[in-house]
């Protein structure tokens, strides 16, 4: 499409449709691109950009997943920020538009294919809406709220294209799949009792009876992992809250489980760990139900730098010539998810780990009446193979 306003130059953009199921045929599929935390300054170069261009060489992403952090509003750590909502707009709004349109940026990324967006701490500050030692912006109530303020309004802007009011889950089926796109971020309390929305809660309900009554595989997703252990009082000041602080995350989990019972297996995917990994869920009474979850993680695309731990990152690496040095191991999921209050125990399995700055593109085939998810992660590194994780069979209700 090219739109040409009098006088000036055209403006071209390709727009495409989301199928509306996933395709028959060996050769075919639906492809989601999921990516998370994008730090343009340790990528000056588009590699990101030109790992993506080569994907599209044989897969074509008919959805781009960004998970959260798709911005760093918070940095550089040692600038000062003005406690001014003006000052803290125009600078929040140039990352934005440096991100969304440059093409040696993030750009070609978020364009690969339609765009879904859920934002997580960085798209604000770190551990939003909590106070964080480093930003003294977000030392008092009234700086926490110019900064929000300024920050909510360049996300509603540049990250949200539904049609559905800012923070509302998005919901869309391609069949046999249902997806649930839930912010779990904007609208959290600084009490720790909610990260979602009474209309969330709603929305979530509805959606898992949705994929019971039509026989849906649920795809869900969220800026954090579920399977986070639950931070500490110093964990959660110093560094980040986790799903598992909120008291409503006992009611996300209970209607994640009436899926598995009720309506098919689930598929859960996120970013923000700066690793990536690939885990099954098996509930210990799977003869029973017969159901199971998978999670995929994919984060980062460009590692956000660490003032001091860089650079001894940087000086471990020259004398061990270790890969990726700066960016944390991935890890094991806990062999055992037992949430509070729920009926089910998960037995965890870890099938795959993945270091360094990555995308990953998730294949999904049908197999008869089931869907084949093919996970491939591709490091943002030029000369760099994928690495194909072995495949998995979702399986809807009957």
């Given at each position: 499409m090219e739109v040409r306003l009098d006088g000036g130059n055209p403006i071209s953009t390709e727009l495409r449709i989301m199928p509306r199921e996933v395709p028959e045929g060996l050769d075919a599929s639906f492809n989601v691109l999921l990516t998370s935390c994008f730090h343009w300054e340790e990528d000056t170069g588009g590699v990101v950009g030109e790992i993506v261009?080569?994907?599209?060489?044989?897969?074509?992403?008919?959805?781009?997943?960004?998970?959260?952090?798709?911005?760093?509003?918070?940095?550089?750590?040692?600038?000062?920020?003005?406690?001014?909502l003006p000052w803290l707009a125009e600078k929040f709004e140039q990352d934005y538009v440096r991100?969304?349109?440059?093409?040696?940026?993030?750009?070609?990324?978020?364009s690969a294919g339609p765009l879904i967006c859920v934002p997580d701490d960085h798209d604000y500050w770190n551990n939003y809406p909590l106070p964080a030692p480093h930003l003294q912006n977000t030392w008092t109530e009234e700086g926490r709220g110019r900064w929000a303020l300024a920050a909510r309004r360049?996300?509603?802007?540049?990250?949200?294209?539904?049609?559905?009011?800012?923070?509302?889950?998005?919901?869309?089926?391609?069949?046999?799949?249902?997806?649930?796109?839930?912010?779990?971020?904007?609208?959290?309390?600084?009490d720790l009792k909610h990260m979602m929305t009474a209309e969330t809660v709603q929305a979530l309900a509805a959606w898992v009876s949705h994929c019971a009554e039509h026989g849906r595989i649920g795809i869900f997703?969220?800026?954090q992992s579920l399977l986070m252990e639950k931070p500490s009082l110093f964990g959660r000041t110093m560094e980040d809250t986790e799903l598992p602080n909120y008291e409503d995350f006992g009611v996300l989990m209970k209607e994640l489980e009436r899926h598995m019972r009720e309506a098919g297996?689930?598929?859960?995917?996120?970013?923000?760990?700066?690793?990536?990994?690939?885990?099954?869920?098996?509930?210990?009474?799977?003869?029973?139900?017969?159901?199971?979850?998978?999670?995929i993680i994919s984060s980062p695309s460009s590692l956000v730098s660490t003032a001091g731990s860089d650079q001894f990152a940087?000086?471990?690496?020259?004398?061990?010539?270790e890969a990726w040095a700066r960016h944390p191991k991935a890890s094991e999921a806990?062999?055992?998810?037992?949430?509070?209050?729920?009926?089910?125990r998960f037995q965890v399995h870890t099938e795959h780990l993945q270091r360094g700055n990555q995308v990953c593109l998730l294949s999904f085939q049908r197999r008869g009446g089931d869907v084949e998810v093919t996970p491939r992660y591709f490091p943002i590194e030029r000369g760099a193979a994928p690495v194909t994780v072995k495949p998995f069979l979702l399986r809807h209700g009957e």
């Open positions: 261009d080569d994907i599209r060489k044989v897969y074509q992403p008919d959805l781009v997943l960004a998970a959260g952090d798709q911005v760093y509003l918070d940095l550089p750590t040692l600038k000062n920020f003005h406690d001014d991100n969304w349109t440059e093409e040696n940026t993030y750009a070609r990324v978020l360049m996300c509603e802007a540049f990250q949200h294209y539904d049609s559905t009011p800012f923070g509302a889950p998005l919901q869309f089926d391609v069949e046999p799949l249902s997806f649930f796109i839930a912010d779990t971020r904007t609208f959290r309390t600084p997703s969220t800026g297996d689930l598929l859960l995917l996120t970013g923000d760990v700066h690793w990536g990994r690939v885990t099954s869920l098996m509930p210990t009474d799977s003869l029973l139900s017969g159901r199971q979850a998978y999670e940087w000086l471990r690496q020259r004398f061990s010539g806990p062999p055992l998810f037992a949430p509070p209050g729920l009926r089910s």
